[in-house]
Nanobody, 120 residues
Framework: HVQLVESGGGSVQAGGSLRLSCAGT?????MGWFRQFPGKEREGVAAIDTGDGSTYYLNSVKGRFTVARGDTKNTMYLQMNSLTPEDTAMYYC?????????????????WGQGTQVTVS
């Protein structure tokens, strides 16, 4: 069982930036970021294949968010720039082994507790 811990959430003004981090207790093939708005379904934001570095993005964050691996295959980051109030949500780190590492939730078996991002 892989445990994931997110960090880096917080409050920021519109146009600002935040960097989220995720650390897992074990390496996995796929790591991803998902977010959930109050009362809404969780949606995939960005994901990365920790093997070949392939990345996947939600259309609305392309050009603003960047997902990257850490030095080890059990760490991942999400650099979020040009944030808008519409990005306000709980952000979750997820990990799994089912390639391709796209943004479908069923590919991810392990989930973190989430970190809140608030943009005002």
């Amino acid at each position: 069982h892989v445990q994931l811990v997110e960090s880096g959430g917080g409050s920021v003004q519109a146009g600002g930036s935040l960097r989220l981090s995720c650390a897992g207790t074990e390496a996995t093939h796929c790591m991803g970021w998902f977010r959930q708005f109050p009362g809404k379904e969780r949606e995939g934001v960005a994901a990365i294949d920790t093997g070949d570095g392939s990345t996947y993005y939600l259309n609305s964050v392309k050009g603003r968010f960047t997902v990257a691996r850490g030095d080890t295959k059990n760490t991942m980051y999400l650099q979020m720039n040009s944030l808008t109030p519409e990005d306000t949500a709980m952000y979750y780190c997820a990990a799994g082994e089912t390639a391709p590492c796209s943004l479908q939730q069923w590919r991810y078996k392990f989930w973190g507790q989430g970190t809140q991002v608030t943009v005002s």
